[in-house]
C-alpha cells in the first residue's frame, strides 16, 4: 500500500521487529535531507508544526535537536522535556519511592516542573516520539546507541549532543499529538525490565561499573520489597487475581537481574 499509494517514500521492510534504535539507525543511514525528524507512528502533527520546526532550525544555528510540545489523544498536555537525570533521580524515578514521594523536589526538577510547559526553553533532553534533529548532529555523533532495545536511548542521544557542543530546545509553537497508550492497573514485566535495566546501562556508561552496581541492588531490593507487599495483599484476599499477576511481574523482574 505504501509503495503504491506513496511511490516517492522509500520503504524499509523488516522482516522481524530489531528495535526501536536498530530500526531508526536503518532510516537515519539513507535519510537526506538538512534536518531528520523522527516520529513515532501513534502520533499526528498539528497544523502548522513542521513548518514551525524547521524556521525555528533555520533562524538558531547552534540548535541540533528540537523537541515539539506534546499532547494526549484527549488534548491534555504531556510531559516531554527533562534535565539529565542523577543518581537521586534513578533511586525515585518509577520506583516505589516515587509513589510514597511523588512530588519531592528531585523529580521536580528532573520534569522540569518548575518551568513553563507554554515556553521556549533550552533542556537537557526531549522525548523521543517526536524529535526534529538537525543532520550536522548525526554527521558528528552518530545515530542511537543499539546498546539500548527500549528506553533512555534519546536521553543518551541528546547527552552526546550536548557533550558535542548543541543545544537542545523544547518549542511549544510546534505541537505534535502522542497517542500514547495509558497504564492499566496490571504490571507489565517486560516494560520494567527494559525500562530500569536501560536506566542502569545509561548510568554505567557514563558514571562507571559500581555506580550501576549499586543502582541495581537498590532496584532489584525495591521490587523483592514490592513482590513482598503483593503476595502479603494475596495473602489477605485483597484482590487476589489482580494481586497474582503482578507477583508474577515483579518474579520475572528479579529473574531478569536487570541485565
Not at 216 to 232: G, I, K, P, S
Given at each position: 500500500?505504501?509503495?503504491?499509494?506513496?511511490?516517492?517514500?522509500?520503504?524499509?521492510?523488516?522482516?522481524?521487529?530489531?528495535?526501536?534504535?536498530?530500526?531508526?539507525?536503518?532510516?537515519?543511514?539513507?535519510?537526506?535531507?538538512?534536518?531528520?525528524f523522527l516520529?513515532n507512528?501513534?502520533?499526528?502533527l498539528?497544523?502548522?508544526?513542521?513548518?514551525?520546526?524547521?524556521?525555528?532550525?533555520d533562524?538558531?544555528?547552534?540548535?541540533?535537536i528540537?523537541?515539539?510540545?506534546?499532547?494526549?489523544?484527549?488534548?491534555?498536555?504531556?510531559?516531554s522535556?527533562?534535565?539529565?537525570?542523577?543518581?537521586?533521580?534513578?533511586?525515585?524515578?518509577?520506583?516505589?519511592?516515587?509513589?510514597?514521594?511523588?512530588?519531592?523536589?528531585?523529580?521536580?526538577?528532573?520534569?522540569?516542573?518548575?518551568?513553563?510547559?507554554?515556553?521556549?526553553?533550552a533542556?537537557?533532553?526531549?522525548?523521543?516520539?517526536?524529535?526534529?534533529?538537525?543532520?550536522?548532529?548525526?554527521?558528528q555523533?552518530?545515530?542511537?546507541d543499539?546498546?539500548?532495545f527500549m528506553?533512555?536511548?534519546?536521553?543518551?542521544?541528546?547527552?552526546?549532543?550536548?557533550?558535542?557542543g548543541?543545544?537542545?530546545?523544547?518549542?511549544?509553537?510546534?505541537?505534535?499529538?502522542?497517542?500514547?497508550?495509558?497504564?492499566?492497573?496490571?504490571?507489565?514485566?517486560?516494560?520494567d525490565?527494559?525500562?530500569?535495566?536501560s536506566?542502569?546501562?545509561?548510568?554505567?556508561?557514563?558514571?562507571g561499573?559500581a555506580?550501576?552496581?549499586?543502582?541495581?541492588?537498590?532496584?532489584?531490593?525495591?521490587?523483592a520489597?514490592?513482590?513482598?507487599?503483593?503476595?502479603?495483599?494475596?495473602l489477605?484476599?485483597?484482590?487476589?487475581?489482580l494481586?497474582?499477576?503482578?507477583v508474577q511481574?515483579?518474579w520475572?523482574?528479579?529473574?531478569?537481574?536487570?541485565?
Amino acid at each position: 500500500m505504501l509503495r503504491a499509494e506513496f511511490p516517492r517514500a522509500r520503504v524499509i521492510a523488516n522482516s522481524e521487529n530489531v528495535g526501536f534504535t536498530r530500526g531508526n539507525n536503518q532510516a537515519l543511514a539513507i535519510a537526506q535531507g538538512r534536518y531528520l525528524f523522527l516520529l513515532n507512528p501513534d502520533t499526528e502533527l498539528r497544523s502548522g508544526a513542521l513548518q514551525t520546526l524547521v524556521a525555528y532550525m533555520d533562524a538558531h544555528p547552534r540548535v541540533g535537536i528540537v523537541g515539539p510540545q506534546l499532547f494526549y489523544g484527549d488534548g491534555s498536555p504531556q510531559s516531554s522535556r527533562r534535565r539529565f537525570p542523577t543518581l537521586a533521580t534513578a533511586f525515585l524515578e518509577s520506583t516505589k519511592l516515587q509513589q510514597w514521594l511523588p512530588r519531592h523536589r528531585v523529580l521536580t526538577r528532573y520534569y522540569m516542573d518548575d518551568t513553563r510547559d507554554d515556553a521556549t526553553q533550552a533542556v537537557d533532553w526531549i522525548n523521543g516520539s517526536a524529535m526534529f534533529v538537525r543532520r550536522a548532529v548525526y554527521d558528528q555523533i552518530g545515530g542511537f546507541d543499539e546498546q539500548f532495545f527500549m528506553y533512555s536511548e534519546e536521553l543518551d542521544w541528546c547527552y552526546r549532543a550536548k557533550q558535542a557542543g548543541w543545544q537542545i530546545v523544547y518549542l511549544p509553537t510546534a505541537q505534535v499529538i502522542h497517542y500514547e497508550g495509558k497504564s492499566s492497573e496490571q504490571v507489565v514485566a517486560a516494560r520494567d525490565i527494559y525500562f530500569h535495566s536501560s536506566k542502569i546501562r545509561f548510568f554505567r556508561k557514563y558514571r562507571g561499573a559500581a555506580v550501576a552496581a549499586i543502582l541495581r541492588a537498590f532496584l532489584l531490593a525495591m521490587f523483592a520489597f514490592q513482590l513482598a507487599e503483593e503476595a502479603t495483599k494475596w495473602l489477605i484476599g485483597h484482590k487476589r487475581a489482580l494481586r497474582a499477576l503482578r507477583v508474577q511481574a515483579y518474579w520475572h523482574v528479579l529473574k531478569s537481574g536487570l541485565k
